[in-house]
């Protein structure tokens, strides 16, 4: 049994009778027509300013038989992911090209240079893959039909796990793969 409160010590509870609940029913119904016309304003003005996801994919660099970042995931002929791994280019950047099948990568071993930028694209030659580097942020989905491009220096030497994170089938757990960061001869 608890005491009875004394009326002195706190103004007393406003009524939540009817019309008071009528009114920050109001009050919460017109904030949300606030949000949503600004929600539509928003996706709007984007639409119109010709605002979008980028699809162009590559990375800003132009990958010889690939347009806007898509490709033939039944072909990679025409393509440098036709033999995967790392290219040294004549301008002195290094770029990989790595392809990721039910249910391994290829090349089996990234060598990826040590102190250098590299940029790295990724596709999938069958279903959705993932391509996670251990110990680093590197986080990218190898999508069929799409290069997933990203530029990262891998700063120590030393091997490093690369393993897929995308639930892709029965093998999905073997899907491990490694990148090894060395020196590269010049
Ligand atoms: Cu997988």
Redesign the pocket.
């Given at each position: 049994m608890s005491a009875p409160r004394s009326a002195g010590h706190r103004p007393a509870a406003p009524r939540l009778d009817h019309h008071t609940l009528e009114k920050y029913e109001n009050v919460w119904f017109g904030i949300a027509v606030i949000m949503s016309v600004l929600l539509f304003v928003t996706v709007l003005a984007s639409f119109l300013s010709g605002t979008a996801p980028s699809l162009s994919g590559e990375g800003g660099h132009h990958i010889t038989g690939v347009k806007n970042g898509r490709l033939d995931p039944g072909n990679f002929a025409a393509t440098p992911f036709a033999t995967p791994g790392l290219r040294h280019n004549a301008d002195g950047s290094y770029e990989a090209f790595v392809i990721a099948r039910?249910?391994q990568f290829e090349p089996a071993v990234l060598k990826v240079p040590v102190g250098q930028p590299v940029t790295i694209h990724v596709t999938s030659a069958d279903v959705l893959?993932?391509y996670f580097i251990e110990g680093t942020n590197i986080n990218a989905t190898a999508i069929p039909g799409q290069v997933s491009s990203f530029t990262t220096t891998f700063r120590r030497p030393g091997t490093l796990n690369l393993v897929?994170?995308?639930?892709?089938?029965t093998g999905?757990h073997n899907?491990v793969s490694s990148v090894k960061v060395d020196v590269q001869e010049p």
């Open positions: 039910a249910f893959h993932g897929c994170n995308e639930y892709c089938g999905h899907m």
